[in-house]
């Protein structure tokens, strides 16, 4: 039985490992150096330009990196299956792709949740106390419907570096029109650490709660056609 349990654990990592090695094609630890070099930029940034830290400057300080996380592995993830010459595979065995996206969808979103939570230690350590996990499901919703919206964009574009443009040109717009949604359940920044002055702290908490319902109903939405998309064998082969 616990050789039985060792060897399940084995494949299992290696099943880990090889889907990582696809996911990132190699290159998880440029954009993990990259993630951490923007956080300790704007961390430094932070505590030079602001006399006071909150829980929200440290929720905006975090959050560009975890975008920045989760970008690569959903623009080009079904680029990477072609260049690796395993999408035909996929393709080959029925439903399997499916699987295979799910899996790999839960691995990125899981692995960019644990290094929000490191994010959140260090930020604790380093600038202002914070509750990491709550900090880090906090983050995941915004983080969460950007990389669901990547992933529906790459199934229909099928190329990573149209997919990457088009997702820069939907963040500008997102990142221009919440000026205007600043206090809006629609805005897919909102801070629901930061308290706007002046209001009601009731009437802020619905708000919340209502954004991440709508961030939350909007990933799914985007990640489940994303996979619809995946039916469509002739547009991929």
Partial sequence: MKLFQKNSMINLWRTIRYNLKIIFAGKFLWFLLASFAFYLFFAITEVINNQSVGEGDIYNLILF????LVFYPSVFGIQNDEDSRILEILFGIPNYRYKVWLVR???IFVQVFVILILYGYL?????????????????????????????MFSTLIKNGN????????????LLIMSESLARSQWN?????????????????????????LFLGVGMVIFLLYGLF???KRERFI
């Fill in 65 to 68: 990196p975890g975008v920045l």
């Fill in 105 to 107: 969808l839960a691995m």
């Fill in 123 to 151: 930020s604790s350590v380093l600038i202002y106390p914070v509750k990491p996990v709550e900090m880090a499901v906090q983050l995941m919703f915004p983080i969460g419907f950007l990389g669901g919206a990547a992933f």
């Fill in 162 to 173: 149209g997919t990457a443009v088009v997702m820069i040109l939907v963040g500008v717009a």
């Fill in 188 to 212: 897919i920044f909102l801070n629901p650490m930061e308290l706007p002055d002046n209001f009601n702290a009731i009437i802020w908490k619905g708000i919340v709660t209502r954004n991440r």
């Fill in 229 to 231: 998309n995946l039916q």
